[in-house]
């Protein structure tokens, strides 16, 4: 089975802090994502990657940058946190296609409060 | 940007019937795909019906996907207490691998015992 772990499932950090969050996979998967989820918005995507040392940026970048020194490994960093970065954030991993999208595999969600 | 749109946003049932919920999208897919989240935890992968089949079952579940109406329906027969949670559809845009997923904002599904 796909393991996709994430390093909290809670968080409490202040206003300016920078914060780090770690995401690891164990199924050498080549895709990984870092979705924000908030009610009644859904899943948004803000970084992916499909490659050591590559990333993407997805709909809601800004206040975000991300790192893949390693395949299995891809970290999620506000550089100053702000409190409309609260939400529940969630990785994921996927085999590289092609042609089309697999199915992707999430990790449990980190639950961000920023204060 | 958003793409799939699950329909309706919220659906409570009693255990042992059925649980239908849609998906309408925009724009051509490769395939689509529903996912189940329990409450504050992770999306489950259920289902992936690519854009040249019908329909597909998976156990107690079973989608359709129109493409000419670009919409999708999941079917959940014989509903239990535990499959109370959120299910959203996915689309996959076209772009290929290294574009990923888009995703709606979900159908919760309440069984009632």
């Known amino acids: 089975d796909v393991k996709v772990t994430q390093s909290s499932r809670y968080l409490v950090k202040r206003t300016g802090e920078k914060v780090f969050l770690e995401c690891v996979q164990d199924?050498?998967?080549?895709?990984m994502f870092w979705y924000r989820q908030d009610p009644g918005l859904g899943l948004r995507l803000i970084y992916f990657?499909?490659?050591?040392?590559?990333?993407e940026k997805g709909d809601i970048p800004e206040g975000y940058s991300v790192s893949r020194e390693k395949k299995e490994r891809f970290s999620l960093i506000l550089e100053s946190a702000s409190t409309n970065q609260t939400s529940m954030y969630l990785c994921a991993s996927s085999l590289f296609g092609t042609d089309f999208s697999y199915e992707q595999y999430f990790g449990p969600g980190t639950r961000l409060t920023v204060t | 940007s958003q793409q799939g749109e699950e329909d309706p946003q919220a659906l409570s049932i009693q255990e042992g019937e059925n649980a239908t919920m849609n998906c309408s999208y925009k724009t051509s897919i490769n395939n689509l795909q529903w996912y189940r989240q329990n409450s504050g935890r992770g999306l489950v992968h259920l289902i992936l019906?690519?854009?040249?089949?019908r329909e597909k079952h998976s156990g107690r579940l079973r989608v359709t996907l129109d493409t000419s109406k670009k919409s999708s329906s999941l079917l959940i027969t014989a509903s239990r207490a535990a499959d109370t949670a959120s299910y959203f559809c996915?689309?996959?845009?076209?772009?290929?691998?290294?574009?990923?997923?888009?995703f709606g904002k979900g159908t919760h599904l309440i069984i009632q015992p």
């Open positions: 990657s499909y490659d050591v040392k590559m990333k």
């Open positions: 019906i690519r854009s040249n089949e």
């Open positions: 996915a689309t996959d845009g076209g772009g290929g691998g290294a574009d990923g997923l888009t």
């Open positions: 199924m050498d998967h080549e895709n």
